[in-house]
């Protein structure tokens, strides 16, 4: 980082952007190439399509009943008005994310069912949270910074919440059923992106970053430091360097795991037997005002 970061207070369009910004990187796409540089590829370069799964329709769709549900009155966020939203949302999201659409073509029992599931995460929630008891300052918010004078970081969040001293609670929602070992750095890695741009953008060290595992009814929190989140912007700052080099020379290596399993793209991934399609020319130039929260979150990232 820089002393003298460029700080934006809120998402900036691209023609409010200073005019030394040439690059964004969302914490989805950063956590990409850091789990795997091909995957990174694939999303960002080369912008393969994938279909959302089952489970992160089932993300999505919890994601904006959780949002909706503190549209309402607080002493009105029981279970039951939580779960009163659920088909109401689905068809929202289905007329809006034709993709969604896709994955139930057919009325009948596995729509129902997914249905159910939804509810049965939200009833995870409520095992965890009592939400008549929060009045969040800020939900489904775009925020960013610009660091390095080069470098424009942003992210949405699921939820901010701010005590009467001022301290930040950053939220996150996870819906996903995947092996919590396998996620969590990842999750912590978004969670520090957003405390460093609350950070950068209103001078306050988040003081409490919360993972709401829904499935399991579980709350996961850290409290990050200056000095950490220092740290940290150097590590972001290298990233995108190590992303600029390997776009300059065409080469981005797979690096399989266990999050392989959840990669939509072994088709064309080496370590899989696939080959990769031609490197795009001129290489897309990742957008500032891409990975919108209105689509689906990618495989194995944000759920
Ligand atoms: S299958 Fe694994 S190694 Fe290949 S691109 Fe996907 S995440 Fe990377």
Redesign the pocket.
Known sequence: MTADSVIIQQAPTATELPATVRASLSPSRAADFK??P??YR?RSIDRLPEQPSVEQARGTLVHAVLERLFDLPSAARTPQAAGDLVTGQWDRLVTEQSELAGLFPEAGPSVAEFLRSASALLDGYFAVEDPRRLEPAERESLISAVVDDELLIRGYLDRLDVAPDGALRVVDYKTGGAPREAFESRALFQLKFYALVLWRTRGVVPRVLRLLYLKDAEVCDYAPDAEELVRFERTVVALWRAIEQATAARDFR????R??DW?S??A?????GGTPPPFPEPPATPDPQRDARSAPAPPGADE
């Not at 797979?254 to 795991?257: D, N």
């Not at 064309?268 to 899989?272: A, E, G, K, R, V």
């Open positions: 789990t795997c091909l995957l694939f797979p690096r399989p795991s999050l392989c990669c793209h072994q064309h991934c080496p370590s899989f």
